[in-house]
């Protein structure tokens, strides 16, 4: 079972041009029937993307970015994972020592409560929390 971070989630957007690791991931996980999941975190980051590009002005990417999410937020609606009160418990200790990163940090805690597997190309930012994680990347 994994739990998705946005850099692929947002790379799958690219459909036929997304990375050929993340195409043969989110493939091979469908074959398998394998549990893929989103943290809350993961929407927040993507629809402070919407909203950059709203912002700046560009209204035709904005709203096609914007039905995007709500595939996305529809696609995993049984599958979004919170930042409760456990997690922000596991999300302090994490980040005494490692400051850095604190979003991933906060989606590493939500992973190791479910004992999931994260899904990400930034491995540097979960290396030093103790998560299993997966480049499709690589």
């Known amino acids: 079972m994994y739990l998705v971070d946005t850099d692929v989630i947002s790379e799958a ?7 050929t690791g993340v195409r043969t991931f989110f ?3 469908a074959q398998d ?13 993507l629809r402070q993307g919407v909203e950059r590009v709203r912002h700046r002005g560009d ?15 529809n696609r995993y609606s049984d599958d979004i994972l919170p930042f409760d009160e456990d997690a922000a418990d596991i999300w302090g200790r994490l980040r005494a020592l490692h400051a850095e990163n ?3 940090k906060q989606i590493a805690a939500t992973a ?7 899904v990400t190309r930034n491995t540097s930012h979960y290396q030093p929390t103790g998560v299993r994680f997966l480049n499709p990347f690589a």
């Open 27 to 29: 493939s091979n996980a």
């Open 102 to 104: 604190p979003l991933d």
């Open 33 to 45: 029937s394998v549990s893929l999941y989103i943290s809350a975190i993961t929407l927040g980051e």
């Open 59 to 73: 209204v035709t990417q904005a709203q096609t970015l914007e039905r995007w999410l709500e595939r996305i937020t």
């Open 13 to 19: 957007r690219k459909g036929a041009r997304a990375n």
């Open 112 to 118: 190791l409560i479910y004992d999931l597997t994260v």
